[in-house]
């Protein structure tokens, strides 16, 4: 059955019933004057009551369906909304995490699946997973082998949820009940043996567990490692205790759900052309003066340092010394190892593709290994390809390319040159490299030769040293370098360790001093006057020991940025721009370290590969799921790591291959950055391999010479961001600290992003270290951290008093945004249902329906899943038919959409290599990479562009070089222009992408 409708007509009664099958059927019931009918109608009623309860029922105790992966992963989702998914996992002895994968040389038979886990560090687990379906309840049988004794912290089985799915839910483990919290507070909430666990989700969601005996259960909150929490059901072993070569280690459990669960058994996935997935043609090079040459939209001023030096401005902007008025903006990619290294013929070909495709500074990156001799010291560069790089970053400043590199990112030094007796530190060359430099003098030396000899070097194709080159512009000390990444390594460092207990010392003045601070976390050995107190502690689970090392830490990055920066502006005369710390372990009281730069630096990745078995190689897992459906996280992440009075850039991003995604990724970090009002973004990357430069190359992880789809969203990108169609968020929250907050804080430091970073999407967020609190403060709301300068202390701020910051709760900060005019009246933003418009009205995210709609003048569109619509003010209306799809429109000209003499139309579903094979239907295990040609999932697309003379258009279909293949029929519709676009329109041609109008 499909509705009833019942309404009262005097003098009659109409009850209408609606069938799904059969349609409408209406009776009329007349009444007397006496109401003799009014007994019929309640009798009536209580019947159709009756007759809908069961369906009502049935709907709302649908079946939870439980795929099962070759891996013995469980996803578990009620209809199209995901639950969870339960994975076999371990902890090494370090905490060292590995995931199990299928076994493919012998993976067994539903239901029981061969499975291994190739523990961190050596060895391996073999394992079975037998999950069946019994009487409507899912059962669990897992039995783990070890091929060595091996010492684990847990063999296990995770169920993880995210943050909204579970916070403010309930959960009884035998007679022990709690709650999941919505805001951060212990990593543990329980870690016991129960026989059962049940959990209420804020959903209405019920699932229970049921265990044949006591089994070990942790319930934990991720929130200091990621958005998530943990149900680990897990056994545990000890030095004393190891897990023993080949004795099994089982788990099992029962899980039970409301309308039962009924479990199916997934399958490999191969990905070959066919009427769903069509073949690209792929062209890398440019049509001059096409639809996708964008070097005529005027993003390149060439030559790169035409207008002087770039500079820093305390408006959080990036200006040219002889264009102090005007704030500049630059997108571009990384290059990597080989791709840095080609002919002069080569380099002229790249830097014209690049400027075509629209880029204006170009990261060189992973650089060292070729360019220097291998010595123990690497401090001898290989001539040729010393002269490969020079004409390669002349050729692109003579484009108007700007350059940006890192002093290190992987150059492989002997390392037993700064510590011979350290095999662990030696063993990770480039992180232990990255540990050392700030602490150890030789390794200090080495990094200061290097940086000499580069910066020194003069460019025979500029006639320039890199150090006075103004089209060389931005410098990272260490690439990925913050100090907390290596607490692994640097407790083993003896230059750490004495380091550490001097710091003490002076933090504390003697051992009861430290002893008051820490309590029983101090050893009754421990004295740090006699340089024996360990070095050790978690920088995210923090103990007072664990909250001293961050402090150390920060402290000693700080020094190292202060250090370094004073070689290279004094000794070395560089007048380019300097930052460090950009990426990964971001506790507040590193912002007191950022100060001391010139601009503030991160990375964030999303679908970045997890390697199952081996660093690199496959096979590989990533989450390959809608980030619109998740609330758009990617990138909210990193942006309260930005310094409100300095630029920020982000030198690396990805929606990395081969998640279906990545069409409508790379646009969303092109949002972020136009609503943020950031100064650089950098795609990761464009090439790792000169041969993928030159010729077609398959897909992988990070390369757009390799993925024709993220270089199509690039285009989108670059519109947003450096033409600048989508307008900075003109209001901004600010947390704000002193020099004497950062020295003095509470017993846990938190981490830069709070739990309410969707107001990244609404307005700008960021920080700023204030040393003068009476100054005026950047912000509309002003929120201080008050560690130690109380909140009456900006006396010329807009300061909220709302306390700690990183305690409020998200309906705290929205009352904050609509009480400041931030979030206007109509404003639909829910952050508990993670539905976002930024103020400006140009983006809106809106993860119930998995939808978000961009509308500028100039560019307008989105993402929709199939049978959707995006409807913009701004003349565009798109219908996604049959395969969900980013689309957008695009000006090609200064004029809005509407009154454009050119448009680009793209239109992105996925595409895949050929042969691509995954362990699932998910696709989220990533057994083989496939090969060319690229394939292209079909799907269609309605179009309505309202144009103030549609019918004097006409629309191509473009090859990816922009040339056009075919013509598009359209026609005119209510004064609109009707485009249908069908990837697989033109077989002959290959699949389509990208479309042109144009008013001729």
């Not at 970073?757 to 609190?773: E, L």
Request: proline share 6%; charged share 25%; with cysteine.
């Amino acid at each position: 059955m499909g509705s009833v409708s019942i309404g009262a007509w005097e003098p009659a009664w109409l009850i209408s019933v609606r069938d799904r099958n059969s349609g409408p059927m209406q009776v009329v019931f007349l009444e007397d004057e006496k109401g003799g009918f009014r007994m019929i109608r309640w009798m009536l009623l209580l019947s159709l009551a009756i007759w809908f309860l069961p369906c009502a029922v049935a709907r709302c105790a649908e079946s939870v369906s439980a795929m099962v992966g070759t891996n013995g992963r469980v996803h578990l989702a009620r209809g199209r909304t995901k639950i969870c998914e339960l994975s076999a996992g371990l902890f090494n002895a370090q905490w060292a995490g590995a995931e199990a994968h299928g076994d493919g040389k012998n993976p067994g038979t539903a239901p029981a699946h061969n499975i291994r886990i190739a523990v961190p560090g050596g060895g391996a687990v073999k394992g079975v997973a037998t999950i069946t379906g019994e009487e409507n309840r899912l059962k669990a049988e897992y039995v783990f082998t070890p091929e060595q004794d091996s010492v684990l912290n847990s063999i296990h089985i995770s169920a993880e949820f995210g943050i909204q799915a579970l916070a403010g839910g309930t959960w009884t483990a035998d007679d022990k009940s709690g709650t999941f919290p919505a805001d951060f507070g212990e990593v543990h909430l329980i870690n016991a043996p129960v026989r059962s666990l049940k959990l209420e989700l804020p959903s209405g969601e019920k699932l229970e567990f049921a265990f044949a005996e006591p089994t070990p259960v942790l319930l934990q909150d991720n929130r200091k490692w990621g958005p998530s929490f943990s149900i680990r059901i897990h056994r545990s072993s000890s030095r004393e205790n190891p897990f023993k070569q080949g004795a099994p280690v089982k788990i099992g459990f029962s899980l039970a759900a409301p309308g039962g669960i009924t479990v199916e058994h997934d399958s490999p996935v191969t990905i070959v052309a066919g009427s769903e997935w069509i073949p690209l043609n792929l062209d890398l090079v440019i049509e001059p003066g096409s639809a996708l040459d964008f070097s005529a939209l005027g993003l390149q001023d060439a030559p790169a340092g035409k207008h002087g030096w770039l500079q820093a401005k305390e408006d959080g902007t990036f200006r040219f010394e002889k264009q102090p008025d005007k704030p500049v903006r630059f997108y571009g990619v990384n290059f990597c190892f080989s791709a840095l290294y080609v002919t002069h013929e080569q380099a002229d070909r790249i830097a014209d593709r690049l400027a075509k495709l629209g880029y204006n500074t170009v990261r060189v990156h992973h650089y060292e290994g070729e360019l220097t001799k291998p010595d123990r010291e690497r401090l001898t560069f290989n001539e040729e390809k010393l002269d490969q790089l020079d004409y390669l970053l002349a050729a692109c400043m003579k484009r108007g390319l700007y350059i940006t590199t890192d002093l290190f990112v992987s150059r492989p030094v002997d390392l037993s040159l700064f510590v011979p007796d350290l095999g662990s530190v030696r063993k990770d060359q480039m992180n232990g490299y990255k540990a050392l430099v700030p602490i150890n003098e030789k390794a200090w030396e080495n990094w200061c030769a290097f940086t000499r000899k580069l910066m020194t070097h003069v460019n025979p194709y500029t006639q320039r040293a890199y150090k006075d080159e103004p089209g060389f512009v931005w410098f990272s000390l260490i690439n990925e370098g913050n100090l907390g990444n290596f607490v692994h390594l640097i407790k083993e460092i003896p230059d750490y360790r004495s380091a550490w207990n001097k710091w003490l010392a002076g933090q504390y003045r003697d051992r009861a001093g430290l002893a008051a601070a820490w309590g029983g976390v101090l050893k009754a050995d421990e004295d740090p006057a006699r340089g024996n107190v360990v070095l050790d502690g978690n920088v995210y689970n923090q103990d007072a020991r664990g909250r001293d090392l961050v402090r150390f830490l920060s402290q000693v990055d700080a020094d190292f940025v202060v250090r370094a920066t004073k070689f290279l502006r004094g000794e070395l005369g560089m007048k380019g721009l300097i930052t460090n710390l950009n990426a990964w372990t971001n506790p507040v009281t590193l912002q007191a370290a950022r100060a001391e730069m010139d601009y503030v630096d991160d990375h964030f990745y999303v679908d970045h590969p997890h390697f199952l078995e081996q660093d690199w190689r496959l096979p590989s897992r990533c989450p390959n799921t809608s980030p619109v459906a998740g609330g758009a996280n990617g990138g909210r992440g990193v942006t309260f790591t930005r310094l409100f009075d300095k630029p920020y850039t982000l030198s690396e991003y990805n929606y990395s291959a081969p998640g279906r995604y990545r069409g409508v990724g790379g646009i969303l970090t092109g949002a972020m950055g136009a609503i943020q009002g950031w100064g650089v973004i950098w795609r990761f990357a464009y090439s790792h391999d000169r041969r993928s430069l030159l010729q077609p190359g398959a897909m992988n992880y990070f390369d757009m010479s390799t993925d024709p789809l993220g270089q199509a969203a690039e285009r989108a990108s670059i519109c947003l961001f450096t033409r600048g169609d989508m307008r900075q968020a003109p209001h901004g929250i600010n947390i704000v600290m002193t020099p004497d907050d950062l020295a003095k804080p509470p017993a846990r430091i938190p981490f830069l992003s709070p739990a309410w970073n969707w107001a990244a999407w609404i307005t700008r967020v960021g920080t700023q270290v204030v040393k003068d609190p009476a100054k005026p403060v950047i912000g509309d709301v002003v929120l201080p951290l008050g560690w130690a300068t109380p909140a009456g202390a900006y006396r010329n701020a807009k300061v909220a008093e709302a306390g700690d910051p990183y305690q409020l709760k998200s309906e705290e900060v929205a009352a904050l945004l609509k009480k400041s005019g931030i979030l206007k009246d109509g404003n639909p933003t829910d952050p508990g249902r993670n539905i976002f418009q930024c103020e400006t009205g140009e983006i809106a995210i809106d993860a119930p329906r998995d939808t978000m709609t961009l509308d500028t003048p100039r560019t307008a569109g989105g993402f929709a899943p199939a049978g959707e619509k995006i409807v913009t003010r701004n003349g565009v209306e798109i219908a996604v038919l049959e395969t969900e799809a980013t689309v957008w429109v695009s000006a090609l000209d200064d004029r809005p959409i509407v009154s454009s003499k050119r448009l680009l139309i793209s239109h992105l579903t996925d595409l895949q290599n050929t042969e691509i094979r995954y362990a699932e239907r998910a696709r989220q295990t990533l057994l083989a990479w496939g090969r060319l040609p690229h394939l292209v999932r079909a799907g269609k697309a309605e179009v309505r562009l309202k144009l103030k003379d549609p019918a004097g258009c006409r629309v191509w279909a473009l090859s990816t070089s922009g040339k056009r293949v075919a013509e598009v029929p359209a026609n005119v519709d209510g004064g609109a222009l009707v485009v249908r676009t069908d990837v697989a329109g033109f077989k002959e041609h290959g699949a389509i992408l990208c479309y042109e109008v144009a008013r001729e």
